[in-house]
C-alpha cells in the first residue's frame, strides 16, 4: 500500500503491487465525487440534451405540442413527394385538412419555432428573402387569414381538402445546404390576451 499525506490529511490510499487499486478521499472530495455524479445523472435525463435522436420521418409528422390545448382536429397533412427535396424547380405537392372545434378568436399571433434536429438543434432563424420575412418569425394571425382568404374570428368548420396545392421552388441560396435533414416546426397560436390557444408540431425531412 501506498499513502500521500497533504497537509497532515489523507489524500488518498492506493495498493502498488497487484490490479486493485482503491481511491479513497478527504470528506470534501466524496461530497464533490457525489455531486458530480449528480449533475451528470441530471443531464442525462435533461430534455435539452439529445442523447437518442429520433429517427427521420418517412412522411410528415404533425400533432399538438405536449401539454396544448387541442381546440381542433389535425385531418391530415402530406407532401409529395418525400423526403421534400429542395432543387429549384422542383414541384412539392401539399395537401391539409383542419376541422376547427373552437373559434379562432381575432387578434391571435402566430409563432414559429424551426430548427434542424440533431445531437444539438440548429436554431433557423428569422429572414428577409425578397421582401418577405420567412423562418422563425412572429406574425399577426389576422393577416396570415386574410392571404389565405379567410378572416378572423373564424368560425368552426373543416378547412382545406380538396385539391392539393402544387409549389414550384424558386432559385434557392447557397445556404439552403445547411437546411437539409430533419427539420422540426412548432407553430404557437397566442391569443390577444397572451394566454395560448394552440401549439403544433410538424416534422419533415429535406434533401
Not at 98 to 115: A, Q
Request: one cysteine or more; a negative charge.
Amino acid at each position: 500500500w501506498y499513502q500521500r499525506r497533504v497537509h497532515g490529511k489523507q489524500w488518498y490510499q492506493r495498493r502498488v503491487h497487484g490490479d486493485r487499486r482503491t481511491l479513497l478521499s478527504s470528506s470534501t472530495d466524496l461530497s464533490m465525487l457525489r455531486i458530480f455524479l449528480t449533475l451528470l445523472v441530471a443531464a442525462a435525463s435533461a430534455r435539452d440534451i439529445r442523447l437518442e435522436l429520433l429517427a427521420p420521418p418517412s412522411e410528415v409528422e404533425f400533432g399538438f405540442c405536449s401539454g396544448s390545448p387541442e381546440p381542433a382536429s389535425l385531418d391530415y397533412l402530406t407532401a409529395e413527394p418525400f423526403p421534400i427535396e429542395m432543387v429549384e424547380g422542383n414541384v412539392i405537392t401539399l395537401a391539409a385538412q383542419i376541422t376547427l372545434l373552437e373559434e379562432l378568436p381575432v387578434g391571435t399571433t402566430v409563432d414559429f419555432k424551426i430548427v434542424k434536429e440533431g445531437l444539438i438543434n440548429i436554431p433557423f432563424p428569422c429572414v428577409d428573402v425578397e421582401g418577405a420575412m420567412v423562418g422563425s418569425c412572429s406574425y399577426n394571425g389576422d393577416d396570415l387569414l386574410v392571404g389565405l382568404e379567410l378572416a378572423a374570428p373564424l368560425a368552426t368548420g373543416v378547412y382545406g381538402g380538396g385539391e392539393p396545392l402544387e409549389v414550384t421552388l424558386p432559385a434557392l441560396p447557397s445556404e439552403i445546404g445547411l437546411l437539409l435533414g430533419t427539420i422540426r416546426m412548432d407553430i404557437t397560436v397566442k391569443e390577444a390576451s397572451g394566454d395560448l390557444w394552440a401549439c403544433v408540431r410538424i416534422r419533415a425531412r429535406l434533401v
